[in-house]
């Protein structure tokens, strides 16, 4: 998934939390939020100035992109096969960040779970090691 299509799927899946979420889709999102809230506040700095507490367009893109940030949040813990009530771990000080920040990029669950199909279209273990193996330039050695 592209920097584009991962922004654009969770604009458009602004409050969708069932599925599932790729890595890509959510860190991307997480980069273009903080690539905008910086752009938006130095904008403000320009406009309103640097020694006001007004940030009249961070505010508003902060406001804006609070849902979609909750639920590609959710839909990431649904691809580790994990209930959306973990994004509570963020009221634990600062152990509950850090606890999710992991679990977000800790790579998804294999095939289907509970939440729906693997998003990046693998149907077992078996086909996504398989898949591994044949982008690989190095051969396979005999050890299981």
Known sequence: MTFTEAV???FQK???ISGRARRSEYWYFVLFSMLAGFVLGVLDGLLVGSNSNFQPLS???SLLI???SLTVAIRRLHDRDMSGWWMLLFLVPLLGAIAL???FALPGTAGRNRFGPDPLGFSSKDDEETAAY???SIP???RE
């Open 66 to 68: 609070l849902l979609p």
């Open 134 to 136: 044949a982008r690989s």
């Open 14 to 16: 602004y409050v969708t």
């Open 59 to 61: 505010t508003i893109f």
């Open 8 to 10: 654009q799927t969770c």
């Open 140 to 142: 396979r050695s005999g």
């Open 101 to 103: 920040f992991v679990i």
